[in-house]
Structure formats: structure tokens, C-alpha cells
């Protein structure tokens, strides 16, 4: 080790990047997120730093390089319409694991509407969800972007049920004025 006059900070090695890196993941509307703990300038360029996640951190890397990925304030993104594109990638498809994200499994809507689709109130709602052996779960399902929660587990909808859950949330916001046969 070399000695400096200046020191070092605690639990940082000689180059300063920190000495235990791991990476957190979550998710929201938009898509998944990648942050460092604890978070440090230039992080994608050292991903060895990062012990046991060094490969999600070198995949984050060539994502954010060939433009899936986006890296703002020292937080790698990756939007569901991106994530989707790669798994069907027969470059990236089989890597997609190493994101630490939820499964995916066949789960699907239960659509319901009102009025008619001239009628100004016209709406289309997701009543229910139907699990991958086609039963309604037991309690409360909560959607965030393109993961479902149901029975304290987490799964990703494919990718047909997240755009529906996409569309019916854009009709739900559409304006009065926008609610004409044709849009319906």
C-alpha cells in the first residue's frame, strides 16, 4: 500500500473507489433502477469494484453503451420498453437474469368496460388477474410498471399484459374531449 499524506477515507481502497460496493434494484412506472450502495462517481467504469455484482454492473456498462440503458444521477435506468426489446434479444435475452429482477411469468388481465365505444364515458378497466394456472389470487394484486405483486411475490407481466396495463391507464387519462368514437 502506498502511504499519502493526505490519508484516506474509511473503507475506501487506494484508487478511492469504495472498498464493498453492492448494487440495489428497484423498479417504477418508468422502468428498473441500478444504484450503487454506496454511490460513487464513475461507478460503470469500475464495475470489478463491485464483488459478487461485478456482472450486472459490466452488463449495466454495455447497456448504457449501446444505448438501452440510461445513467443519471449515479442511477442506471432501463425502461420496460428497452427491457422487453432485449429479452427478445438473441444477444442480450439470456443475460437479462443477472438484472436481479423478478421472474417473469404468464399472468393475465381480466378487462371489463362501460358504455359503449361512442359514448363520451366510454371506459376500459382491468377488473381482476388471472395467475399462470388461470386462477384469480387471494388478496390485493399491486401493478408498478411492469411488475405485479400478488401473495408477497413479485413477477414481471409479459410484455402483451404490461402494454395492455399501459393503454388502459392512457385511456383512463385521456380528457373529455379526446373520449370520440374514433380514439375509443
Known amino acids: 500500500?502506498?502511504?499519502?499524506?493526505?490519508?484516506?477515507?474509511?473503507?475506501?481502497?487506494?484508487?478511492?473507489?469504495?472498498?464493498?460496493?453492492?448494487?440495489s434494484v428497484s423498479w417504477d412506472r418508468d422502468?428498473?433502477?441500478?444504484?450503487?450502495?454506496?454511490?460513487?462517481?464513475?461507478?460503470l467504469?469500475?464495475?470489478?469494484?463491485?464483488?459478487?455484482?461485478?456482472?450486472?454492473?459490466?452488463?449495466?456498462?454495455?447497456?448504457?453503451?449501446?444505448?438501452?440503458?440510461?445513467?443519471?444521477?449515479?442511477?442506471?435506468?432501463?425502461?420496460?420498453?428497452?427491457?422487453?426489446?432485449?429479452?427478445?434479444?438473441?444477444?442480450?435475452?439470456?443475460?437479462?437474469?443477472?438484472?436481479?429482477l423478478p421472474p417473469q411469468e404468464a399472468w393475465k388481465p381480466i378487462l371489463s368496460s362501460g358504455s359503449t365505444l361512442t359514448d363520451a364515458h366510454f371506459s376500459v378497466s382491468i377488473q381482476g388477474w388471472l395467475d399462470p394456472q388461470g386462477r384469480r389470487p387471494?388478496?390485493?394484486?399491486?401493478?408498478?410498471?411492469?411488475?405485479?405483486?400478488?401473495?408477497?411475490k413479485s413477477v414481471i407481466l409479459p410484455e402483451a399484459a404490461w402494454r395492455m396495463v399501459v393503454a388502459v391507464a392512457e385511456q383512463r387519462r385521456r380528457k373529455p374531449d379526446e373520449r370520440v368514437p374514433d380514439v375509443n
Not at 4 to 18: Q, R, V
Open 31 to 43: 422502468g428498473a433502477r441500478f444504484r450503487p450502495e454506496p454511490v460513487f462517481e464513475g461507478w
Open 138 to 152: 387471494n388478496g390485493n394484486v399491486d401493478i408498478i410498471g411492469a411488475v405485479l405483486t400478488a401473495g408477497g
Open 45 to 100: 467504469s469500475s464495475p470489478m469494484s463491485f464483488g459478487d455484482d461485478s456482472e450486472l454492473a459490466l452488463l449495466l456498462r454495455q447497456l448504457e453503451e449501446e444505448g438501452f440503458a440510461e445513467l443519471e444521477e449515479g442511477i442506471a435506468r432501463l425502461s420496460w420498453e428497452d427491457f422487453y426489446k432485449l429479452q427478445g434479444s438473441s444477444e442480450h435475452g439470456n443475460a437479462l437474469g443477472l438484472l436481479g
Open 1 to 23: 500500500m502506498i502511504w499519502s499524506p493526505f490519508g484516506s477515507k474509511k473503507g475506501a481502497t487506494a484508487d478511492g473507489l469504495p472498498a464493498l460496493v453492492s448494487m
